[in-house]
């Protein structure tokens, strides 16, 4: 029986936030065909690298999306929204699945001045 868990992003840190460290990409089964759900969409998969607020320990969780996160890239720092945890058993095996509504790209907090704009000493 595979059920829905909604996840508290505001528990994750936002010191660091969240960061794609690995690309977007469409998900296949294991004869390499392309996975689609219920309405035919193409399923993406996105390695998202996340972190508890207050802990030093960091997971990297493959999140799955119904639409390909455009202008996310490997290194880039990226939102979600609707990430639901789904638990699965399959032949004696389980484990855990992400899904997000989507993954967009966010700017960095520590990004430089773009040239030319005056920032106040």
Do not use: F
């Not at 089964?29 to 219920?38: A, E, I, S, T």
């Not at 035919?40 to 996160?69: C, H």
Request: hydrophobic share 35%.
């Amino acid at each position: 029986m595979q059920s829905n868990i909604p996840i508290d992003l505001t528990r994750l840190t936002r010191l660091t936030g969240l960061m794609c460290v690995s690309a977007p990409e469409q998900r296949t089964d294991m004869d390499g065909q392309v996975r689609k759900d219920r309405d035919g969409n193409t399923l993406w998969v996105t390695g998202i690298a996340l972190r508890r607020a207050g802990t030093r320990k960091a997971s990297v969780i493959d999140v799955q999306t119904a639409a390909e996160p455009t202008g996310v890239t490997e290194g880039a720092m990226v939102g979600l929204t609707e990430l639901d945890v789904s638990l699965w058993e399959i032949e004696g095996r389980h484990g855990l699945s992400y899904r997000a509504a989507s993954i967009y790209p966010r700017p960095s907090e520590t990004a430089k001045p773009s040239r030319g704009v005056k920032t106040e000493a």
